[in-house]
Nanobody
Framework: QVQLVESGGGLVQPGGSLKLSCVASGDVFTGAAMDWFRQAPGKQREFVARVTEGGHTDYIGSVRGRFTISRDNAKNTVYLQMNSLTPDDTAVYYC?????WGQGIQVTVSS
């Protein structure tokens, strides 16, 4: 079992920034990639970003250049720095690792 706990969400104005964190604990395979997904109201969950154990990253096109994913392998933690946020980024953000999901954290972008 792996437990994933997200933090750092909240309400931010358009153009603002937030940094999400996700700490993994339990039977963590340190070689696994760590991902962020999001689900907006009425929409399917979508992939946002991935970082491999070696630091290779990948992003959905709509966030590339605005979001940065990173990880601290020693802390089993993945981060998502989100800049230049727009209302379209409003969603519940989920951390994903191996076959496990976090509980999700709300990010709301609104004036």
């Amino acid at each position: 079992q792996v437990q994933l706990v997200e933090s750092g969400g909240g309400l931010v104005q358009p153009g603002g920034s937030l940094k999400l964190s996700c700490v993994a604990s339990g039977d963590v395979f340190t070689g696994a990639a760590m991902d962020w997904f999001r689900q907006a109201p009425g929409k399917q969950r979508e992939f946002v970003a991935r970082v491999t154990e070696g630091g290779h990253t990948d992003y959905i096109g709509s966030v590339r250049g605005r979001f940065t994913i990173s990880r601290d392998n020693a802390k089993n933690t993945v981060y998502l720095q989100m800049n230049s946020l727009t209302p379209d980024d409003t969603a519940v953000y989920y951390c994903h690792m191996q076959r496990y999901w976090g509980q999700g954290i709300q990010v709301t972008v609104s004036s």
